[in-house]
């Protein structure tokens, strides 16, 4: 009786999906949405969500076109037709960069006739971008932009907008999945933050309270991932290693993971590790400053055989280190040739520094507390913020060649608002525009370098 009433099932659903796909092929859009929401009530592939992405594009919904071909992509990698789609939408948005990287994920796969579209469409993708790097700094776009207005015009508009709102699309929220990922995923004795009541209603995870930055991070390594690759990952600063286990478990890559450490990992955290196939690497990530914790088999360089890496992870540690210079030719040496690092901080032009020093405040970018000015431990304070050249300039001295630089606004304690006593559900309204406008000022930079 039950196997009868999952074909039965099946039939239904597969019937729903060919209606659809004629709908779409008439140009009756609203309704093929329709049909495919309801598939995707019983059952969610990646055939599915393409088809329910193709339906908002021709809606004219490209913020949910984009969210449903990222969701085919997350079920599965070698759906070219939805690399390509996702390429097309993020090129309508003016992302050129992360089009081109999708566009080169899914043309192979794609028919003779739509691969010479997408062509096309890559070399406009270039062009675009040999403009935009010929173009002054942003700060000059914003003084220029600026220039007959005052700054009370500027900042005036204080309405608040919701950070859901499509004008805000650049967002680019944290998808369902990942949050329902990191809502349920299990407490690890080395993820908490913490406890501080006055910011939490409930002690969340370190990867709930970082679930913006992590769906970025996430994305960014799945547009420059090397499709059908299974060498090493090496994350350099991994603790709490809150991105490897989301890459194993979020992601599902099977590839081997090297984590380094500089701290000594009680063996309760070494087992958990181990059965997520994370293998640690003592290692002084900024050799020339003593570590205050001392480990036996720690190395002032990163124990792997040169040319044996795939890909290399650097997210959120080279705002701690003095001499990162060092640390990026030993990540440059044990990557194969093609492979790439994915390097990011905090953006030393963030809005937040500027309005800090157009307002004389306490501090430009962060308060001197808790940072390597006054305390020195394993895990030390910010000692540098990097602007985007900055890091192209560490980066290309290292011998690797740019392959994409994204700007992104990072929120914190926002997304799960039942954990935190004050999330940030809005921002004003001079502020969404600013960082509309001017992308520069974002508080994130993500870089992505390739070993040529």
């Known amino acids: 009786m039950s196997d009868e009433k999952s074909s039965v099932q099946i039939t239904n659903l597969e019937e729903r999906q060919r209606t659809a796909l004629d709908f779409l092929e008439r140009g009756l859009f609203v309704d093929a949405e329709r049909i495919l929401t309801e598939a995707l009530h019983e059952e969610k592939t990646s055939e599915l969500w393409n088809d329910w992405a193709t339906a908002q594009v021709g809606c004219g919904n490209l913020e949910q076109a984009e969210y449903g071909f990222r969701e085919a992509l997350k079920l599965d990698r070698c759906n070219d037709q939805a690399a390509v789609n996702l390429g097309v939408v993020c090129a309508k948005r003016g992302r050129a960069a992360e089009a081109l990287g999708w566009l080169e994920h899914g043309v192979n796969g794609v028919d003779e006739e739509q691969r010479s579209q997408v062509n096309t469409l890559q070399k406009a993708c270039k062009d675009m971008l040999a403009v935009l790097h010929t173009q002054p700094p942003g700060l000059v776009h914003f003084l220029d932009y600026h220039r007959n207005r005052n700054l009370g015009e500027i900042f005036a508009d204080q309405t608040p907008v919701a950070i859901s709102d499509p004008s805000l699309c650049w967002l680019r929220p944290p998808s369902p999945s990942l949050l329902a990922y990191c809502q349920n995923r299990q407490a690890l004795p080395f993820d908490g933050v913490p406890p501080d009541q006055s910011n939490f209603l409930k002690d969340p995870t370190f990867c709930m309270t ?198 992104h606004e990072v929120l914190y304690n926002s997304f799960l608002p039942e954990y935190f006593r004050h999330p940030t559900t809005t921002m004003p309204r001079w502020r969404g525009d600013l960082l509309t406008k001017f992308p520069h000022y974002r508080n994130e930079i993500i870089l992505v370098a390739e070993k040529t």
């Open 210 to 407: 970082q679930v913006h930055r992590l769906g970025l991070t996430l994305d960014a390594l799945c547009q420059h991932w090397p499709l059908g690759q299974r060498g090493p990952i090496l994350d350099l600063g991994a603790f709490p290693f809150t991105l490897d286990i989301a890459i194993r478990e979020y992601l599902g890559f099977p590839n081997p993971i090297l984590a380094t450490v500089n701290q000594q990992i009680p063996e309760e955290w070494r087992a958990i590790l181990e059965e997520f196939d994370i293998s640690l690497i003592p290692t002084n990530l900024d050799p020339y400053v003593k570590n205050t914790e001392e480990l036996a088999e720690m190395r002032d360089y990163v124990q792997a055989d040169s040319d044996s890496v795939e890909f290399v992870i650097f997210s959120h540690v080279i705002e701690h280190l003095y001499h990162p210079a060092k640390l990026l030719k030993e990540a440059h040496r044990v990557l194969r040739k093609g492979g790439k690092i994915l390097l990011s901080t905090d953006n030393a032009f963030l809005l937040h520094g500027l309005i800090n020093y157009l307002t004389f405040g306490e501090y430009v970018h962060e308060p001197v507390e808790g940072t390597a000015a006054m305390t020195f431990t394993t895990w030390r304070g910010h000692v540098r913020f990097f602007t985007a050249s900055d890091l192209r300039t560490l980066l290309i001295r290292a011998g690797f060649k740019i392959v994409d630089t994204q700007f």
